[in-house]
Structures are given as structure tokens and as C-alpha cells.
T-cell receptor, first 112, second 114 residues
Framework: AQSVTQPDIHITVSEGASLELRCNYSYGATPYLFWYVQSPGQGLQLLLKYFSGDTLVQGIKGFEAEFKRSQSSFNLRKPSVHWSDAAEYFCAVGSNAGKSTFGDGTTLTVKP | DAGVIQSPRHEVTEMGQEVTLRCKPISGHDYLFWYRQTMMRGLELLIYFNNNVPIDDSGMPEDRFSAKMPNASFSTLKIQPSEPRDSAVYFC????????????FGQGTRLTVV
């Protein structure tokens, strides 16, 4: 069975600081991995995805993620956080983006 | 494209009443998913369709829940009778394999059962 663990329920960073959100997955085959962002009252928006190839994936809004098979991880990073990045972030694993298993999410707070 | 459209955005109903949530997927997408999001359980897949046919409904919590997709452009999720514990945000998403399986989510329906 596939599963996703986001160890950090809540993270607070200062504006301009770097960010890393952790994601660990369990999947029997080569996984498809996704990061979504959800702003309050909104649906989920895809930030980036990994299917194959280069293990460092670039996404929208300046985010990137690195797939590390040996660690079963797909951590999300951003070099400099903006106040507008405050939201909830979900990591997901699956063979189809819709039929995916989602983590419990990490809420990001950005301090001025 | 307008994206995935869900209606209503908010629904407040009394316990025991029937509730119908609606979804219009993105044109050309052949997969449609219904998710439920709660604080306690996070984001759960309830059911998904491929080419209007239900493929996996193992996430549907009880027989009170039912979903249909009469055509490629419309789906409903019905709860009858509704209970307070059904209060959640319900999301519809659609995708197609032609787009590297990225899923597009609607803005959700916030359901409150009192």
C-alpha cells in the first residue's frame, strides 16, 4: 500500500528565509510524486511533479523538489520565502495524479 | 478553460436531509475524482470515474453516499440522509493521462450539517 508522511504539521519561517518541507513516501514501484499548495478557502494547486528523469524538479512560484529514492523522500524547497507563500502544502504519491495518496499537509506561516 | 467547477460553494443543511454536490470537470478530461477533506482525516479519496464509469468506490464511507457521472461533463455526489459528521469540504478533481496525469481541483464545496 502506498503512503505519505509529512513529519511537520506546522512550520514558521521569516520572510526571505529559506524553506524546506519534508515528505517521505512508501510505494511499491517507481512513484509519481506531487506537491500541491492550498490557500484558505481554495482548492489544491499543483506546484510540481516528478515522474522520471532529473531528480531535481522545478515548479511554479520558485519552488523545487528533489527526489531521493534511497531515502524515499521528496522534499520541497524554496530559497527565499514570500509572505504570499503562507498556505498549506500537501505531498502526494501515486500512479495517477488524481488517484493519489496525500499526506496530512504542512501549514506554513511566514513571519514579517 | 474555466477549470473544474463545483457547486454550490457552501451548503448548510439539517441532519436527515438529502444533499447533492455537483461537479463539472475540465472538458476532455477522462478521469474524475471526489475527495473529502476534514481536519481529522485529511484528504480522502471517495470515488473515481474513468470515462464516466465508476472504477473504485472503496473510499465511500457508507451507503448513504452515492456518486454518479451521467455524462463526461457532469458528476454528482449525494448524501442521503446527511449527518453532522459528514460536515467537510468536498473536492472534485479531473485529469487525463495525456497531461502526465496532473490533477486539477475545483474550489470545493463546504458542507455543514447541523
Amino acid at each position: 500500500a502506498q503512503s505519505v508522511t509529512q513529519p511537520d504539521i506546522h512550520i514558521t519561517v521569516s520572510e526571505g528565509a529559506s524553506l524546506e518541507l519534508r515528505c517521505n513516501y512508501s510505494y511499491g514501484a517507481t512513484p509519481y510524486l506531487f506537491w500541491y499548495v492550498q490557500s484558505p478557502g481554495q482548492g489544491l494547486q499543483l506546484l510540481l511533479k516528478y515522474f522520471s528523469g532529473d531528480t531535481l524538479v522545478q515548479g511554479i512560484k520558485g519552488f523545487e523538489a528533489e527526489f531521493k529514492r534511497s531515502q524515499s523522500s521528496f522534499n520541497l524547497r524554496k530559497p527565499s520565502v514570500h509572505w504570499s507563500d503562507a498556505a498549506e502544502y500537501f505531498c502526494a504519491v501515486g500512479s495517477n495524479a488524481g488517484k493519489s495518496t496525500f499526506g496530512d499537509g504542512t501549514t506554513l506561516t511566514v513571519k514579517p | 478553460d474555466a477549470g473544474v467547477i463545483q457547486s454550490p460553494r457552501h451548503e448548510v443543511t439539517e441532519m436527515g436531509q438529502e444533499v447533492t454536490l455537483r461537479c463539472k470537470p475540465i472538458s476532455g478530461h477522462d478521469y474524475l475524482f471526489w475527495y473529502r477533506q476534514t481536519m481529522m482525516r485529511g484528504l480522502e479519496l471517495l470515488i473515481y470515474f474513468n470515462n464516466n464509469v465508476p472504477i473504485d468506490d472503496s473510499g465511500m464511507p457508507e451507503d448513504r453516499f452515492s456518486a454518479k457521472m451521467p455524462n463526461a461533463s457532469f458528476s454528482t455526489l449525494k448524501i442521503q440522509p446527511s449527518e453532522p459528521r459528514d460536515s467537510a469540504v468536498y473536492f472534485c478533481a479531473s485529469s487525463t493521462r495525456d497531461k502526465n496525469t496532473e490533477a486539477f481541483f475545483g474550489q470545493g464545496t463546504r458542507l455543514t450539517v447541523v
